[in-house]
């Protein structure tokens, strides 16, 4: 009886996988992650923790929690280096956190490591494909491991290829004539042909075009509207980001800086600089990646946000 109670919460989504769609998608608690910079073989036998006064190590994720909940799009946003890819990595097994515990829907991505990799799908640019084969044989390759049939897999792909604006000709032409977003667009593809259930993007439509920018934000969209889809994205585009995001976490060396809706976000540094209208979202990231955060004693104290902002930022500068 237990166990017929237990399964009256479970989805059975595919064979052997179960989610318990009342539980939060993905839950961060408190994970760290360092790494070590390689250093001469005599420092490392001396175990030296600085050379010539720089740190030997690099907090790459410095003690983020962060919880998802399923259906949401979350942006993750941090200026080059601050920890974004780290984070994802993370969340897709491929590295293990060094503190802290990661869990998706209640299984954990070191402990279920297996079952963790069936749930999520993550989306980057170094995508590992045959470059001598079209992206139609690349793709089928994928849908193979997925144990979809051919013939299902053959029209799901002309859809969503041809719905990220791929041209029919390019579709059985090698991937390596192809150029970088549109070898882009076939691994986005490959990510959408198995409707996964905890997405992973890290950075996807960097480097696109405007137009086909605008195809993959749609298509995120879609994929969150049919297949209930939990969606965690990394941008630089702030536009994107405002667009497409329920909230947004912004990172900086590691750390998380803020977490909210966007409109609150652009709402609180608006009062913060003493501004009516909304500030934008590149305001907002600027506020929160500060060297340090501007305060309102640091804009009474250089008379405005864009003063202390400057003086904030040469500060950092000259101590760099
Ligand atoms: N395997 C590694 N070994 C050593 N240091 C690493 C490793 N991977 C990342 N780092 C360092 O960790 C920090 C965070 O890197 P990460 O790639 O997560 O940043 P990011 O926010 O994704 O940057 P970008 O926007 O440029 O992709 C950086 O200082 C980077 O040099």
Known sequence: MAVRDDLMVQTQLSENVFIDPTKDAVVIDGVSKVFKKPRPLFRRFFNQKEVDGKKLEVRAVDDVSLTIKRREIVGIL???????????????????????????????????????????????????????????????????????????????????????????????????NMSRGMQQKVAIARAFLTAPIVLLLDEPTTGLDPRSKIDVQNFVEELREQHDA???????????????????????????????????????????????????????????????????????????????????????????
């Open 78 to 176: 941090g200026a080059n280096g601050s920890g974004k890819s780290t984070l994802i990595r993370m969340l897709s097994t491929l590295l293990i956190p060094d503190t802290g515990s990661i869990s998706i829907f209640g299984y954990d991505v070191v402990k279920d490591e297996r079952m963790v990799q069936r749930l999520i799908n993550r989306v980057s640019v170094e995508a590992s494909f045959f470059k001598k084969l079209s992206p139609m044989e690349n793709l089928l390759y994928a849908a193979r491991l997925y144990n979809m049939s051919g013939a299902e897999a053959h029209s799901k792909i002309i859809a969503i290829l041809t719905r990220l604006g791929i041209k029919s000709d390019r579709i059985h032409a090698p991937l390596e």
């Open 230 to 320: 939990t969606i965690l994205i990394t941008t630089h585009d702030m536009d994107e980001a405002d667009a497409l995001c329920d909230r947004v976490a912004i990172i900086d060396q590691g750390r998380m800086m803020a977490l909210g809706e966007t409109g609150e976000l652009k709402r609180a540094v608006a009062a913060l600089m003493g501004r009516e209208d909304p500030v934008t979202m590149n305001e907002v990231f600027m506020h929160y990646t500060a060297s340090q955060l501007i305060t309102e004693e640091d804009i009474q104290r250089y008379g405005s946000w864009e003063k202390a902002f400057e003086a904030l930022e040469a500060e950092r500068e000259d101590e760099e």
